[in-house]
Each structure stands twice: as structure tokens, then as C-alpha cells.
């Protein structure tokens, strides 16, 4: 049997980032990836903080576009509220070059890649994982990093964490349309090739965030929505993806453009730090321990910080409290963590739908110089929200 210190499942952004930790401290380290390639199992694309990902990866990072402005707009039934930001440094970069990037980094720090290869499971003596059984032969090693997205298969298996249920999950669904970088740019007003915009929409009945990105000669549009309304509601994901394209016009946008992609996937809304982490040396990362914001989408910065944390477990044979304490330490995870409560909340009943509300109001309000008018809508019909948001503010800080 080929023995390894380390070995890794899942060549996605945490698991190179594990691989590149361990790698670069001189461990033999093996990746094993299911996918004919890193990335080929997320083909589309995504927006990411470049500054973030070059401070662990090294330069060179292949992006699409930078986004220079961030459309937010809040429905509540058919009236959007819009703001604008400006950020810096988020692009949009396609996540089969992005994947196969950060693998490649991690194998010249000395890791070894296996693409087409699926783990099946860990075999246990003593609660220490010795070896792991896939469907292309056993390999043992003294740690094992799952990074296995969130269908964890093996972590469930062994019984690190439960079955996924509908009652703490977001059902998303994403289409890709091929745009001539031409129509693209004139579509969303863009200056040249290189400059991007994403969209970020909320709407509240029933309650769906959604995104669009610019890439380079693509649009990506989709949306997600808590599973549990959706099935109480009888609601299909791929009707609530129609209404919400006509509903911010992108259907008319995108008329006559060939659909390039067209996917669904689970996105996890609970997990660290209310899940175990890690069972003996075995560390879980990334989307396995649902680090990954239901409302955002943002989950490849947590998905590199705890990559990277439990590449440095794996290194030092970390107890799980240690491993756990590290993780609520890093500034990228904790803030999921942290925002839990606050999410959990924002999904239940109508709660998104008031606070949408009040913001509508209080900038209706500024909007015309009515200031009694924004004084009455904090103090005056929204007093059942204010006391929840104050208690969001206190376990925030
Ligand atoms: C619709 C949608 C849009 C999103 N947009 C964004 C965005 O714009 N920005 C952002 O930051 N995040 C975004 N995310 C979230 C982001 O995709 C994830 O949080 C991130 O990919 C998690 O990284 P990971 O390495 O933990 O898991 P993954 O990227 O899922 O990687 C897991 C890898 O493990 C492999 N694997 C799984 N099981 C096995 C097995 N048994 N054997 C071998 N290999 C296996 C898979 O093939 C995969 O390559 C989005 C998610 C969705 C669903």
C-alpha cells in the first residue's frame, strides 16, 4: 500500500490550500480529486478578493474581470431598492482555470495530484484513521484532510457529521449565457474588457438571494432559496429562477443567447462551529463544515483560511479543540460563524421582508428630506425588529 504523511480529499479551493500548507512544510502529500481535472466539477465561475487568494497562492491568479461596482437591490414584492457600491479588489474568475491554478501551485510546493479518482472511505482502528479506501486502490498516511465539498460523503461515513437536511439548507440553481464581450459590455455599460459588475438581489416572498456576474465573454445568474420554504411552499427551484429573471429583467437581457451552463447544487446554511470539526487525524475544511455564506455565496476565502488550517493540523496532529479554536481565531471563518444567529433569524417567517422594508422607508426617506418620516419608521412600526437587531449587534462584536 503507497503511504503518505498527509492525504487529501478534494482538489478544490480548501483542499489545495491544504496541500500547499503541508507541501510547503517538506510532507509527502497526496490530493485525490474525483473530477477529470481540479475545477472540472465547478465549471462556471465565481467573485472572489484577488488580494486574499495571491496572499496564499502566489501571484498569477487567472481572473475574467475586475468588478468595479456592486449592484444591490432589496425587493420587497416588485419595487426594488438599488445601491451601488464600489469595492476593491473582487474579480470574477472561472472556477476550472481558477481550481486548476491553485492545484498547480500546490504541486510545485511538492504535493501529488490524482484527478479520477473517488475516495469511498476511511478505515478506523482505535479512532485513528489509517488508511483510505477509493475506487482506484487503499492509501494509508498519518493524517487525512477532507475537503470534500458539500456532498461529504466519506466525513459522513465516518460519522464526523450528520446527513444534510433540508431543514438548514439553501437549494441554489446557476445559468451561464455566452455573450460576445462586445454585447456584454455594452449591455451593463462597461468600459472595456477587463471591467466587470455582479449584482446581488434579495427578495423576500419567498425568500431568494440571487447573483449575476460579469465574466469575460459570459454572464452567470442564479439564485438560491431556503429548501424548507420551498418545499413547504411547493415551489420549484427552476420556476423561481424564471420569475426572478423576469423579475430583474435579465430575461430580456439574455434573450437569444445561447445557454451555456445550467446547474444545481446544495449550499449548506448551518455548520462550524455548531459541527464537529475533526474526528482523531482526520481534519474537515471548506464547504464540508458549511463555511460558506448562504446570502453572499462568499465561501472560497473561508474555504483557503480553513484549507490552510487544517493543512497546518494535519502537520502538527492537532487535538480538534485546538483545530476548532484555530479556526473561530481566523478572521474569515469567524465571521460566518458569527453571522449564524443572524442569518438563521434573517430566514425565519417575514423577518427578512421588515428589515427590507425599513431600509426602503428610511432611504425613501432621506431621498425626500423627510427626516420625521425616517425617525417614525425606526421608532415607530418596525419596534418588533429593533430589539432583534440590537441583540445582533451585541453578539457581533
Ligand atoms: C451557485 C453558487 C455560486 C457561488 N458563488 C460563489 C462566489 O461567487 N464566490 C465565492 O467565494 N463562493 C461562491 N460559492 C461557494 C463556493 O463555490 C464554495 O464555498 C467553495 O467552492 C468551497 O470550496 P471547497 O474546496 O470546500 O469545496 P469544493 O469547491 O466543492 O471542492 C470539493 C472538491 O472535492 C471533490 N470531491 C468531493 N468528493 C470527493 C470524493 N469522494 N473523492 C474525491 N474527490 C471528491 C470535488 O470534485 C471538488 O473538486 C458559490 C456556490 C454556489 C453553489
Known amino acids: 500500500m503507497l503511504e503518505y504523511d498527509i492525504v487529501i480529499v478534494g482538489a478544490g479551493p480548501a483542499g489545495s490550500a491544504a496541500a500547499l500548507k503541508a507541501a510547503s512544510e517538506g510532507k509527502k502529500v497526496l490530493v485525490i480529486e474525483r473530477g477529470p481535472e481540479p475545477g472540472s466539477k465547478n465549471v462556471s465561475g465565481a467573485m472572489v478578493r484577488k488580494d486574499y487568494v495571491t496572499s496564499v497562492f502566489g501571484e498569477d491568479m487567472p481572473f475574467e474581470r475586475n468588478v468595479e461596482t456592486i449592484k444591490l437591490s432589496l425587493y420587497n414584492k416588485d419595487k426594488p431598492v438599488n445601491i451601488d457600491f464600489h469595492p476593491e479588489g473582487l474579480v ?37 484513521a489509517k488508511s483510505l479506501i477509493t475506487d482506484r486502490g487503499e492509501v494509508s498516511a498519518k493524517s487525512f484532510v477532507l475537503a470534500e465539498g458539500v456532498n461529504s460523503l466519506v466525513s459522513m461515513d465516518s460519522g464526523i457529521k450528520g446527513d444534510w437536511t433540508p431543514a438548514n439548507s439553501v437549494q441554489s440553481v446557476k445559468m451561464v449565457y455566452s455573450i460576445k464581450k462586445t454585447d456584454l459590455n455594452a449591455m451593463f455599460g462597461l468600459p472595456d474588457d477587463n471591467t466587470g459588475m455582479s449584482w446581488r438581489m434579495v427578495m423576500t416572498d419567498p425568500l431568494v438571494a440571487g447573483f449575476m456576474y460579469t465574466y469575460k465573454d459570459s454572464l452567470a445568474v442564479g439564485i438560491g432559496s431556503p429548501i424548507k420554504e420551498l418545499v413547504e411552499r411547493k415551489i420549484r427551484p427552476e420556476k423561481l429562477l424564471d420569475d426572478f429573471l423576469e423579475m430583474t429583467g435579465i430575461a430580456e437581457k439574455v434573450n437569444g443567447y445561447s445557454l451555456r451552463e445550467y446547474s444545481a447544487k446544495i449550499i449548506p446554511e448551518g455548520g462550524f462551529p455548531d459541527i464537529n470539526v475533526a474526528k482523531g487525524n482526520v481534519y474537515l475544511c471548506g464547504d464540508a463544515i458549511g463555511l460558506v455564506d448562504p446570502l453572499s455565496f462568499d465561501g472560497i476565502t473561508p474555504a483557503i483560511a480553513s484549507g490552510t488550517l487544517a493543512g497546518e493540523a494535519a502537520l502538527n496532529n492537532y487535538s480538534s479543540e485546538i483545530y476548532k479554536y484555530n479556526l473561530m481565531k481566523n478572521k474569515e471563518i469567524s465571521k460566518i460563524a458569527k453571522e449564524r444567529p443572524l442569518e438563521t433569524d434573517f430566514m425565519t417567517g417575514n423577518k427578512a421582508g421588515e428589515y427590507i422594508n425599513m431600509v426602503s422607508s428610511v432611504l425613501e426617506g432621506w431621498a425626500s428630506g423627510d427626516l420625521m418620516g425616517i425617525r417614525n419608521t425606526i421608532v415607530g412600526s418596525y419596534r418588533n425588529i429593533i430589539p432583534d437587531m440590537l441583540s445582533f449587534v451585541m453578539r457581533m462584536r
Do not use: H, Q, Y
Open 92 to 128: 470574477t474568475t472561472g472556477r476550472l482555470k481558477f481550481d486548476k491554478w491553485m492545484s498547480s501551485v500546490s504541486e510545485k510546493a511538492g504535493a501529488m495530484v490524482i484527478p479520477k479518482t473517488t475516495a469511498l472511505k476511511l478505515k478506523w482502528e482505535n479512532g485513528v
